[in-house]
Structures are given as structure tokens and as C-alpha cells.
């Protein structure tokens, strides 16, 4: 059982960088397919990036590349998406989900496991 919790949510004005994090907690995921993930109102959810937690290869969704980055800390437990130049389309609830194979990578029905969300509100 793995666990994941988001924190990082709030208010952004536009244009500006800001960085959310999701602690795991549990156990046997060195192995796993960490993601970010997020769903604006209305729309289905969207896959951001993802990366293996064992040696932090990385890949990415075509439209926020460039402008956010997966990263994580392995002694902390933490994975980060840094998200940079912010606009009012990156409003959504941002959520990390882990999975120990992730096929594809990019679905969110490939992740077993996932946080309860963090609210981005990006304002202009």
C-alpha cells in the first residue's frame, strides 16, 4: 500500500513559478511510475509528467513541456512538479498517482494509487 499526499495548492498570480509536492509514504514503491496529473472543471484528466522513482527517468505530456518540471527527492519521499510562466488555462486540481508499471504512462486507469488533489488557481 502506498500513499500520497499533495500539498502546494493555492493562489498564483500569472506569470509567476510555483511548486507543488507530494509525500509518499507505504511501502515498495522504489520501483514505481510516479506522475502528475491534473483536471480543470469540466475536462477529463490530463497527464503532466511522470518519472521512475528508482533512477528518475523522466517523461512528459506535449502541453506543459517547457514549462513544468517532474522531480523528486528519494531520501525525503517527495515528488515535486515545479510549474513555471502560469496562466489562467493551469487552473485545475493537480494530483500525483504511482503506479509499479504505468502502461501507458500517460492514462490515468494505468495508476493504482492516488492523492486526494491540490486546488491551483491562477489569477491574472
Known amino acids: 500500500q502506498v500513499r500520497l499526499v499533495e500539498s502546494g495548492g493555492g493562489l498564483v498570480q500569472a506569470g509567476a513559478s510555483h511548486r507543488l509536492s507530494c509525500e509518499l509514504s507505504?511501502?515498495?514503491?522504489?520501483?514505481?511510475?510516479m506522475a502528475w496529473f491534473r483536471q480543470a472543471p469540466g475536462k477529463e484528466r490530463e497527464f503532466i509528467a511522470a518519472?521512475?522513482?528508482?533512477?528518475?527517468?523522466?517523461y512528459f505530456g506535449d502541453s506543459q513541456k517547457g514549462r513544468f518540471f517532474i522531480f523528486r527527492d528519494s531520501a525525503a519521499n517527495t515528488l515535486y512538479l515545479q510549474m513555471d510562466s502560469l496562466n489562467s488555462e493551469d487552473t485545475a486540481i493537480y494530483y500525483c498517482?504511482?503506479?509499479?508499471?504505468?502502461?501507458?504512462?500517460?492514462?490515468?486507469?494505468?495508476?493504482?494509487?492516488w492523492g486526494q488533489g491540490t486546488q491551483i488557481t491562477v489569477s491574472s
Open positions: 498517482a504511482a503506479d509499479p508499471v504505468a502502461i501507458p504512462k500517460s492514462s490515468p486507469g494505468s495508476y493504482r494509487y
Open positions: 507505504g511501502r515498495g514503491f522504489s520501483r514505481y511510475i
Open positions: 518519472l521512475t522513482w528508482i533512477d528518475s527517468i523522466l
